[in-house]
């Protein structure tokens, strides 16, 4: 029911940033929680950022002062702004809807964030 569409992933120089957008459609109010995960070649999928209804966020260490989740309720949006960007965060990243009532999580398509020279 829940729809995840992505967008704002690309190519960038390392030092670089890139804003990334996740729009919801569906279930929205039924859902508490939004992240950010990504997944490197041949690597596990890995919690980059989350934010809760009201503000409350979390962090991998990798990117803590360097990336900010944030989110637009009235528009069932969540961002995440990517600064300083390096190789390692070369991945394909993922927006993630939770729903604590259910346990139900959602995810969008992936969208590709090279940082490269």
């Known amino acids: 029911q829940v729809q995840l569409v992505e967008s704002g992933g690309g190519l960038v120089q390392p030092g670089g940033s890139l804003r990334l957008s996740c729009a919801a459609s569906g279930n929205i109010f039924s859902l508490y929680v939004m992240g950010w995960y990504r997944q490197a070649p041949g690597k596990q999928r890995e919690l980059v950022a989350r934010?809760?209804?009201?503000?409350?966020?979390n962090y991998a260490d990798s990117v803590k002062g360097r990336f900010t989740i944030s989110r637009d309720n009235a528009k069932n949006t969540v961002y995440l702004q990517m600064n300083s960007l390096n190789p390692e965060d070369t991945a394909v990243y993922y927006c993630n809807a939770f729903r604590p009532a259910t346990g139900y999580n959602y995810w969008g398509q992936g969208t590709q964030v090279t940082v490269s020279s």
């Open positions: 934010i809760i209804t009201g503000g409350s966020t």
